[in-house]
Nanobody, 115 residues
Framework: QVDLVESGGGLVQPGGSLRLSCATSRSILSFNAMAWFRQAPGKEREWVAS???????NYADSVKGRFTISRDNIKNTMSLQMNSLKPEDTAVYHC?????????WGKGTLVTVSS
């Protein structure tokens, strides 16, 4: 069993920034990829960004140019820097770790973008 624990969520005004972190209980390099997903109220969970084991990153069109995913292989953490936040970014953000036989999920951290 692997624990993924998100942190960094909160209330921010439109145009503001937040940095989310995901701490893993084992080496981050043991995963094929890690990603952030989000789920807004009344909507299905959607993919936001991912980082592969080789370091390549990918982003959903809705966040491209505003969000940056990164990882720290020493601290075994993954981060999501979110800039120019919009009200439609409001959601619970979940950390995901993919390995050969499935996925691990964190419980999520709430991000609310509102004035």
């Amino acid at each position: 069993q692997v624990d993924l624990v998100e942190s960094g969520g909160g209330l921010v005004q439109p145009g503001g920034s937040l940095r989310l972190s995901c701490a893993t209980s084992r080496s981050i390099l043991s995963f094929n990829a890690m990603a952030w997903f989000r789920q807004a109220p009344g909507k299905e969970r959607e993919w936001v960004a991912s980082i592969l084991s080789a370091g390549r990153t990918n982003y959903a069109d809705s966040v491209k140019g505003r969000f940056t995913i990164s990882r720290d292989n020493i601290k075994n953490t993954m981060s999501l820097q979110m800039n120019s936040l919009k009200p439609e970014d409001t959601a619970v953000y979940h950390c995901n770790a993919k390995y050969d036989f499935g996925n691990y999920w964190g419980k999520g951290t709430l991000v609310t973008v509102s004035s």
